[in-house]
């Protein structure tokens, strides 16, 4: 069974400082995606990573991806109020697959 | 171009009736999947819709059920609620193919009391 994990669950930072949200899964995965959410919001897509070695930048984040190590990690910029939300990975296990198996999320929160 | 559309955005439902939740991909997208999530279990898979054919099921009980329109449109029911099922039902559509984003709706926010 696909498991991911993400850490930290929490994360609070300064506006300004840099930080990066790690994404573990357990099995070989085709595609990795990141979205954020809003409280009492959707999902917005941000990122999605499609092979080793992927890596995407959108303002101040930037979302990369190593395969082999099954691992993902979301790095933020100088962080700014506005980025504040919870942020999840998701990855579907096999080609075609729609069913993405999301990590748990990790909630951020800037503080000015 | 129009986003996901679900239908309603809120409901207060009895232990014990069903309900029914709306989804409408965006055009031309042919795949609609459907995630629970709440604050215990997180976002999980229920199903997923592709041509009118359920490609994919997660692990919930038989009273999930849910159904594909020739237009894309989806619906799932929920029958004998539960407390339980208290949650926050998002659909995502997509084009189906591999290597594709979903795009999520804004949920239905469904409380069982």
């Known amino acids: 069974e696909l498991k991911v994990e993400q850490n930290p669950l929490f994360l609070s930072m300064q506006e300004g400082k840099n930080y990066t949200i790690y994404c573990n899964y357990s099995?070989?995965?085709?595609?990795l995606y990141w979205y954020r959410q809003d409280p009492g919001k959707s999902l917005e897509s941000l990122f999605v990573?499609?092979?080793?070695?992927a890596v995407k930048q959108e303002g101040r984040l930037m979302a990369s991806l190593d395969t082999k190590a099954r691992l993902s990690t979301l790095h933020i910029t100088a962080a700014v109020h506005d980025l504040s939300a919870t942020y999840f990975c998701?990855?579907?296990?096999?080609?075609?697959?729609?069913?993405?198996?999301f990590g748990t999320g990790t909630r951020l929160t800037i503080i000015p | 171009k129009a986003g996901v559309t679900q239908t309603p955005r809120y409901l207060i439902k009895t232990r014990g009736q069903q309900v029914t939740l709306s989804c409408s991909p965006i055009s031309g997208h042919r795949s609609v999947s459907w995630y629970q999530q709440t604050p215990g279990q997180g976002l999980q898979f229920l199903f997923e819709?592709?041509?009118?054919?359920?490609?994919n099921k997660g692990n919930f009980p038989g009273r999930f059920s849910g159904r594909q329109f020739s237009n894309s449109r989806s619906e799932m029911n929920v029958s004998t609620l539960e407390l339980g099922d208290s949650a926050l039902y998002l659909c995502?559509?997509?084009?189906?193919?591999?290597?594709?984003?979903?795009?999520f709706g804004q949920g239905t926010r469904l409380t069982v009391v």
């Open positions: 990573l499609l092979s080793n070695g």
């Open positions: 995502a559509s997509s084009l189906g193919d591999s290597y594709t984003e979903a795009f």
């Open positions: 998701a990855v579907t296990t096999f080609f075609g697959n729609e069913k993405l198996t």
């Open positions: 819709y592709f041509s009118e054919t359920q490609r």
């Open positions: 099995t070989t995965s085709d595609r």
